[in-house]
């Protein structure tokens, strides 16, 4: 059984940081590319970050390019997103998930697999 766990989250203070963490079991990791997602209440989800299957590439939403960072220990089974700079706009559930597909996937709809959410919260 696969399972993402995310982990993280938080309350921070507008220009602050948070680091994120993504667990995953069930699955080998090195076979997924994995990516970031988030979502506010009443809004879509939308992409955040992606990084490839060796984390050789990494692609970013324009609105966090600059201020957030992904990494991965394929060893380790994890995946973080480090989010610099925090704006009252990050707010939202932040979700990990990961997809066989290779390429620039930003569509949540073609992800595999998905955990269930941590919320971050910046205060302005």
């Known amino acids: 059984q696969v399972q993402l766990v995310e982990s993280g989250g938080g309350l921070v203070q507008a220009g602050g940081s948070l680091r994120l963490s993504c667990a995953a079991s069930?699955?080998?990791?090195?076979?997924?590319?994995m990516g970031w997602f988030r979502q506010a209440p009443g809004k879509e989800r939308e992409f955040v970050a992606r990084?490839?299957?060796?984390?050789?590439?990494?692609y970013f939403a324009d609105s966090v390019k600059g201020r957030f960072t992904i990494s991965r220990e394929n060893a380790k089974n994890t995946v973080s997103l480090q989010m610099n700079s925090l704006k009252p706009e990050d707010t939202a559930v932040y979700y990990c998930?990961?997809?066989?597909?290779?390429?620039?996937?930003?569509?949540?709809?073609?992800?595999?697999?998905w955990g269930q959410g941590t919320q971050v919260t910046v205060s302005s």
């Open positions: 069930g699955l080998t990791l090195s076979n997924y590319a």
């Open positions: 998930a990961a997809v066989a597909t290779s390429g620039k996937v930003t569509m949540p709809q073609l992800y595999d697999y």
């Open positions: 990084i490839s299957r060796s984390g050789s590439t990494t």
